[in-house]
């Protein structure tokens, strides 16, 4: 007969940033969600490169070269296959993440960046255009997991007090990642032609630091006590990440959780979609997923170039613009950072998306009105740093955090699958067809993302609920209230984890773990 948990008062479960939470927040976006941003802008400086190495290939090919529109197409192509990759990505990660853990799949997915960087960096020496197209393609499924995988293990690891500052440390990585890319496609950096290849292939230098570094740091205690139901592998992990606190609490937190877990088993996607008690927190994931994408920022990144060539700027000076948008990035970022548990998440998002939507409808009036007032070309400029910033604040990292906070440990890793996949889908569609619809609507183009983020301000407005300094828990008792069918509690003593009392340092008195025998799965 197993003996009954006895675990000390709850006390507070909030704690202090120590330098173990804060290495693995770098590690893990420095290695894995830079490496997002970088992609993203890396095609956009040696656009006329990329094309000319087609081009040049398919005439030593077959004798002729591309028209325009097919050189248009294939280079399109190569800009959007990293989204298809993304979305591949997306829906193996909920696989990978409970067979690997959270530490151990952002671990061993570094070998897709080696791949990666390799093809794209011998692309031009083999003469293969489709060495690019493919090394792209496996670099998207790479951001695909991390996108989803970093975020998770950033917030199981945090405290609640804290789970948003380290929650959006990935965004400031992605615009970081943004900014290196444009500041070493300077033409005095690597912008020259014989660089391309190593610029588009610099992103396994990254990784290296970070498969050296990460593997030394425990995994996530959550995943370590719910889901492998390891005791003393949590109590060293928590020990690890936290300073002398009673982590007792803590743990008490994750053992309510799994009681009100209706399955111990990771749920699938069609039971995450068929869930009545989660519909809410499902169609939220989805909008603030969709609409990350479709705010137009995707736009910007791949062909600001080309937004400001159209905006009247001086051919020379464009890449300097461009390169200096990224520093916004950076400080919006960090702005988002450090504000996030003093405004909470809603602020944020809201008024994200809120200065997105004003500063795409300023684009199109900008533009149209430049032909007969000249300062309007400034005016488009400072829009699109408008974007960028508005982007960076909250909308570049909130999703990914709402997307752990509003799921308890059986549906997150199905709710990162629907909102990866509705991410990279919105990503695909909008590098693939924006430079067309920019051909068609021209200025008009930018009215359609104006309505989509206004559009998703509101639905956060009216339906998602504040989740600072909260519990799982405690979010979903929230959403709970929102649903018409109750939050199930019925198979709540299912393989219940029992624990022996622990003393005031977190160690087990009796250093064992045992199993409640009075229930079973069926």
Request: hydrophobic share 45%; with cysteine; aromatic share 10%.
């Amino acid at each position: 007969m197993a003996e009954e948990v006895l675990i000390s008062s709850p006390g507070k479960i909030s704690s202090h940033l120590t330098g173990s939470l804060l290495a693995v927040a770098f590690l893990t976006s420095f290695g894995s969600s830079m490496l997002y941003g970088y992609n993203l802008a890396v095609v956009n400086s040696p656009a006329v490169y990329i094309k000319d190495f087609y081009n040049r290939t398919v005439v030593s090919r077959n004798g002729t070269g591309l028209n325009g529109e097919t050189l248009t197409l294939m280079y399109s192509l190569t800009v959007s296959v990293f989204a298809i990759g993304g979305l591949v990505g997306s829906l193996i990660v909920g696989m990978l993440v409970t067979r690997f853990g959270r530490k151990g799949t952002v671990v061993n997915t570094t070998v897709l960046v080696f791949i990666a960087g390799s093809l794209m960096g011998f692309s031009r020496i083999c003469g293969s255009p489709e060495m690019v197209i493919f090394g792209r393609f496996i670099t998207g499924i790479h951001s695909g997991i991390s996108l989803s995988v970093v975020p998770m293990y950033l917030g199981e690891i945090a405290p609640k007090n804290l789970r948003g500052f380290l929650g959006l440390v990935p965004s400031i990585f992605i615009g970081t990642g943004v900014f290196a890319a444009q500041i070493l496609g300077l033409h005095e950096l690597l912008g020259k032609e014989e660089h391309w290849p190593l610029f588009l292939s610099l992103v396994v230098v990254p990784t290296f630091i970070q498969l050296m570094l990460l593997p030394w740091f425990p995994e996530s205690p959550r995943y370590l006590l719910i889901e492998k139901h390891n005791v003393h592998a949590t109590i060293t992990a928590l020990k690890w990440y936290r300073t002398k606190c009673n982590i007792q609490a803590e743990i008490e937190e994750m053992q309510e959780e799994q009681r009100s877990l209706s399955s111990v088993d990771t749920m699938s996607v069609w039971r995450l979609l068929l869930d009545d008690t989660v519909r809410w927190q499902v169609l939220s994931v989805a909008v603030i997923n969709v609409g990350m994408q479709l705010s137009g920022i995707d736009a910007i990144w791949f062909y600001t170039n080309d937004i400001f060539e159209n905006a009247g700027i001086p051919a020379p000076e464009i890449q300097y613009t461009t390169a200096g948008t990224g520093i916004i990035e950076i400080i919006a970022g960090l702005i988002g950072c450090f504000t996030i548990e003093k405004l909470g998440r809603r602020p944020l998002i809201i008024g994200g998306f809120t200065m997105m939507g004003i500063c795409c409808a300023g684009i199109t009036f900008a533009l149209i009105l430049q032909v007969h007032l000249s300062f309007m070309r400034y005016i488009s400029v400072g829009c699109v740093v408008g974007i960028i910033a508005g982007f960076c604040i909250g909308p570049a990292g909130v999703p990914f955090l709402i997307t752990a906070e509003l799921f308890k440990q059986s549906h997150r890793p199905a709710a990162y699958i629907v909102g990866g996949s509705l991410n990279w889908i919105s990503n695909f569609t909008v590098g693939f067809v924006f430079p067309f619809l920019q051909m068609s609507a021209g200025s008009y183009s930018y009215l359609v993302f104006s309505t989509v983020c206004l559009s998703v301000a509101l639905y956060v407005y009216l339906v998602i609920p504040e989740t600072k300094n909260k519990t799982f828990m405690e979010i979903s008792r929230m959403f709970a209230k929102k649903e018409a069918v109750p939050e199930t509690q019925s198979l709540a003593h299912v393989d219940q984890l029992k624990l022996r009392k622990m003393n005031g340092y977190g160690t087990l008195e009796h250093g064992s773990l045992e199993f409640d025998s009075s229930s079973s799965v069926p």
